[in-house]
Structures are given as structure tokens and as C-alpha cells.
């Protein structure tokens, strides 16, 4: 009994969500810093939305699937550099995060533990004159225990005006 007690409070002092969104320190790798081991199978989430953008609009896309607590969302380009601003479509889910540049990564408001979502919007800006293909990456927390990095993905074309 005194073993189990001892493993419970070390795994609760070890795992540590961030309900109000992912820490400056999940920036770089997109890792969550919840202490426990990533999923390495396929996730139960998707980036859904148009394959290309023209460079002076704002591309629209969901992120959905399964039910999930937190997310953390960048665009990247060929060089694995963060690229682009979010805007955010659903306030109570979702807020900007400012990595290398002004709003450039997008990531969870406080989810009730109780009522997760299947689903939350957002929208993003090319650079101006930006011409070339992004890799949209993004992490995404089940519970604490479950989360998967950098592993749901969507390629797209930003095209000239």
C-alpha cells in the first residue's frame, strides 16, 4: 500500500498540464512539458481545410477528431522556420502564442477537464509576398498521459496574388 501511494505522488508531481495553454518552453520542438512519454501510433486528429492559399488571403482550417484538452499549432516552411501570424476563430478554445515572431504559433485556452473539444478553428496570414509551400504542425494533448507531437500535419501552397 505504502509502494502505491509513494508511485501516485510521484506521478502527480512528475505530469503537469498547461490548461492555459502551452508554455513558451513547447516552442522549438512543439513538445509538451508534461512529463510523460509521447504517442508514438497514428493520432485520431487532423488538419482540415484547402491544399493552397493565395499569399495576400487568410487560409481557414480546422483541427478535429477525437476529443482533446490542449493543442499547440505552427507553420513552418522548407527551412523548418516558423512562418505566418494566426488569427483566432474560436476565442473560448483557442489563443496566439508569440514564438520567434508576433503571433506566430496558436495554441489552447482553458478546456474544461470535463467537456473537452472535437474540434477548433482557426485562421492564418501568410508572410507578405511569401511564395512557397508551409507544413502546418501540430501537437496535440488527449489527456496527460496521451499526446502526440508534431505528428497531425497539413502541406500547403501559398500562391502569388
Known amino acids: 500500500m505504502f509502494r502505491f501511494l509513494v508511485v501516485a505522488v510521484c506521478l502527480a508531481i512528475s505530469v503537469h498540464a498547461y490548461s492555459d495553454g502551452a508554455p513558451k518552453t513547447a516552442c522549438a520542438d512543439l513538445t509538451p512539458q508534461h512529463g510523460a512519454k509521447l504517442q508514438t501510433i497514428k493520432p485520431p ?8 492559399v493565395r499569399s495576400n488571403e487568410k487560409l481557414k482550417l480546422t483541427l478535429g477528431g ?13 527551412q523548418n522556420r516558423v512562418v505566418g501570424k494566426f488569427q483566432v476563430v474560436d476565442a473560448a478554445h483557442s489563443q496566439t502564442l508569440s514564438c520567434s ?8 485556452r482553458k478546456i474544461n477537464q470535463d ?16 511564395k512557397g509551400n508551409v507544413k502546418f504542425m501540430a501537437s496535440v494533448v488527449q489527456s496527460s498521459f496521451v499526446y502526440w507531437v508534431g505528428r497531425v500535419t497539413k502541406d500547403i501552397n501559398v500562391e502569388e496574388p
Open 45 to 52: 486528429y487532423s488538419l482540415s481545410g484547402p491544399a493552397h
Open 115 to 130: 467537456s473537452p473539444v472535437t474540434q477548433v478553428t482557426f485562421e492564418w496570414v501568410p508572410p507578405a509576398g511569401y
Open 101 to 108: 515572431g508576433s503571433d506566430d504559433t496558436l495554441t489552447h
Open 66 to 78: 477525437d476529443e482533446f484538452k490542449g493543442f499547440i499549432i505552427q507553420a513552418r516552411d522548407g
